[in-house]
């Protein structure tokens, strides 16, 4: 028997946002350190782990119940396994959360305080053995009032990392559960967060993505920032002027990582339109290993909605925003998040969230109905917008963030732009159906291509790389982009810019 059979051993479930991700690895990072054999997901009909964590989401009624239905389904098909729920929707709704059938436990979103649960299963009854016979070990806990630096490592055969380096929210818009599930704004210290840059780095990581639930207030609860940025208020009364701290911490961290070693490219998940400050698109600018793409989330392209939600701007402030950022940034991509069917949301409202989206020409839409969440002051707002009509908007801007996508996309046919290769290539089979046909030159496409790999280019499109010689996960590669679809492009590699594992130069077609 080897010293890992010996070992208590774990299963990581995730769902949710691109922090969750990140808590998750950081968790199993933790697990990992404390001796235990850990794994993501798990597989039908395979053998129980002592412990399976779902680390919920709770943003929406539908994520709720898809943390619920992952719970559960883990129990039932793992009866053997000590089932925890975890994350934000235990934080949000305990006793809800404490309700799903067949849990060892549940916890909030503390991450230390789920390690130390998860160590107390160790050797525990299996939870059919001790069911109704012992108090259930839920873990609920203050949140941190300080940052918790737990650190991750780079996962193999990833080239694009997390880096986590904020957490909570103060902004209380009228929708939003997220500040009751992830509390106050709290940051991580700046050389804590430059030295988890350097190990992922150094563990092949070649992009890292700047996340946290509120990332532009990075540093602001500790004095870091300084200097003011206004978002004028056109609307409202006497057309107030909204400021904002210009978030100079974040833009320190930002350059701390361009002088690391082995960066290829930085970039930020998500940024609120007043926390975009002008030193941060003067390095955009400067350096193209930062990003020239920017998610920054409108919610809403009518002023009486945005006020309603209680956002900190206005349309013009928001227009704004982005025409200064474009004319900083010559070719910046701006993808947002757009919610349709808030309380009282009239079609005419609607009417002027599509023609504000179409008017700013956004790279990408995430689109998602409004969904009422207990706790928040919207929902107990009359004239709740019917689930029918939600889903009738919510199509309809969808298929309006395609054609800008597809747009966009058509807009750069015939650009060399650099692609990071993030899949293993593999050859494209003689056989495959959708192999590029010799001889037709409508595809655009390269007919000595034998090599098929994805990536995403600096502006967040995920190109489809075909290339005649075989190209390495990690590589930087020079590509033209030859065909727009609406959700990808396809290109063809010319070069290598930067290989992966060294700085030699080489090329990627015969």
């Known amino acids: 028997m080897s010293a890992d059979d010996c070992r208590p051993s774990v299963a990581l479930l995730t769902l949710g946002c691109k922090v969750n991700q990140y808590d998750t690895e950081a968790l199993a990072e933790a697990l990992r350190e404390a001796g235990w054999e850990v794994s993501f997901g798990l ?26 239905q992952a719970a559960r389904k883990a129990a039932k098909e793992h009866p053997g396994s ?38 107390s299963l160790v050797g525990a009854e299996k939870p059919a053995a001790r069911a109704g016979r012992e108090a259930r070990p839920d873990s609920f806990g203050p949140l941190p009032a300080e940052y918790e630096s737990l650190p991750i490592t780079a996962r193999a055969g990833r080239v694009r990392a997390f880096l986590k380096v904020q957490e909570g929210c103060a902004n209380d818009c009228a929708y939003c559960i997220v500040p009751l599930a992830r509390g106050p704004e709290r940051s991580r210290p700046l050389a804590d967060a430059v030295e988890q840059a350097r190990g992922l780095l150094a563990g092949g990581a070649r992009e890292l993505v700047l996340t ?16 003011e940025r206004a978002v004028a208020g056109g609307s409202g009364a006497a057309g107030e002027r909204e400021r904002a701290e210009a978030r100079a911490a974040l833009v320190d961290l930002v350059v701390a990582c361009l002088e690391l070693p082995g960066l290829v490219r930085v970039r930020l998940s998500s940024i609120e339109p007043t926390d975009i400050p002008p030193d941060l698109l003067a390095v955009m600018a400067a350096d193209p290993r930062a990003c020239p793409h920017l998610h920054v989330p409108l919610q809403s392209g009518s002023d009486s909605v945005l006020r309603r939600m209680g956002r900190r701007y206005d349309t013009a402030g928001y227009r704004a925003v982005i025409e200064d950022a474009r004319r900083a940034v ?15 949301e009239t079609e005419a409202e609607f009417a002027e969230t599509l023609a504000f989206v179409r008017r700013i020409g956004f790279t990408r839409l995430h689109v998602f109905p409004y969904s009422r969440r207990p706790g928040t002051a919207a929902a107990g707002m009359p004239g709740q917008v019917a689930a029918r009509v939600r889903a009738e ?16 996309h058509l807009g750069l046919v015939g650009r060399v732009e650099e692609v990071l290769v993030e899949r293993q290539p593999k050859p494209l089979g003689r056989d495959a159906a959708e192999e590029p046909q010799a001889g037709d030159p409508a595809s655009g496409i390269d007919t000595d291509a034998r090599y098929v790999t994805e990536g995403l280019t ?17 590589d930087l590669v020079a590509a033209r982009l030859v065909e ?27």
């Open 43 to 68: 597989d039908e009909g395979g053998p129980d782990p002592d412990v399976v964590i779902v680390n919920s989401c709770v943003v929406t009624a539908r994520a709720e119940a898809k943390s619920r």
């Open 82 to 119: 000590r089932v925890v729920l975890a994350g934000c929707y235990p934080q949000v709704a305990p006793a809800a959360a404490g309700g799903v059938a067949g849990l060892a436990g549940t916890v909030g979103t503390g991450r230390q305080e789920t390690v130390r649960l998860v160590q």
């Open 212 to 227: 946290g639930i509120r990332l532009g207030a990075y540093g602001t609860e500790r004095g870091w920032a300084g200097g």
């Open 330 to 344: 010559p070719g910046l991509a701006v993808s947002t998040d757009v919610m349709v069917g808030f309380p009282c």
């Open 393 to 408: 908007r919510a199509k309809m801007l969808t298929q309006a963030g395609r054609e800008l996508a597809l747009s966009f």
């Open 458 to 474: 600096a502006r967040y499109v995920r190109v489809e790389l075909l290339s005649s010689g075989k190209l390495a996960l990690g």
């Open 484 to 510: 727009a679809r609406t959700g990808d492009m396809a290109g063809v590699a010319i070069d290598i810019r930067d290989k992966a594992g060294g700085v030699d130069r080489d090329t990627a077609r015969a």
